[in-house]
């Protein structure tokens, strides 16, 4: 399902950024660091949290996270063949959340600042399965703080965890998932 391809990509995207910008040109040397720590220390956590998730999937994120919840919701349809969507937060309010039910879980990526307590206060009346994921403390899967550089990466991987261990927890295998062929040889 090309997990490390996107993975890889963001440690491409971040090692360009870090050449063009020297004022940041520690945070490169850390991704890798970032990546086993977390995998290390939360994929337990994660493999019992995917066992949670209901049967429709929608992964809502702003900005830079938006690009990665078109990201997770992608690898939940591959290997799951779960019936997902991606959205920016607030949009996703204004209409998609009519077909929010209790056969839903909802996926929330944000970062500090981002004012999201209104937004799950909505969601919650539609569906109880919401997972945020951010790095806050109440968050259900919580991100170490890392550099803004890192920010791409560490979010990617909880969601590419959930989508293989929800696949597996259905007795599918996702790495080689039942219809997805390679385009590219």
């Known amino acids: 399902a090309a997990t490390k391809t996107v993975t890889t990509a963001l440690a491409a995207i971040n090692l360009i950024t870090e050449e063009l910008d020297h004022s ?8 890798s660091t970032d990546l086993k720590n977390y995998l290390e220390n939360e994929t337990g956590k994660i493999i019992e949290i995917a066992k949670t998730i209901k049967n429709k999937v929608v992964v809502l994120g702003n900005g830079q ?16 063949t779960m019936e997902t969507e991606a959205y920016p937060i607030r949009e996703y309010l204004h209409g998609p959340i009519q077909s929010l039910d209790q056969d839903s879980t909802v996926i929330l990526l944000h970062l500090p600042g981002e004012e999201i307590d209104q937004v799950v206060e909505q969601l919650q009346k539609q569906t109880e399965s919401i997972i945020r994921i951010g790095l806050e403390e109440s968050d259900e899967i919580r991100i170490s703080s890392v550099s803004d550089l890192n920010i791409p990466a560490i979010f990617v991987l909880p969601l ?8 597996v927890s259905l007795g599918l295998d996702p790495d080689h998932p039942k219809h997805l062929t390679k385009v590219v040889r």
């Open 65 to 80: 996270l938006h690009a990665l919840a078109l990201e997770g919701a992608l690898k939940f349809k591959e290997t799951s």
């Open 160 to 167: 590419q965890l959930m989508a293989n261990y929800k696949s």
């Open 24 to 31: 940041n040109f520690n945070s490169g040397n850390t991704l």
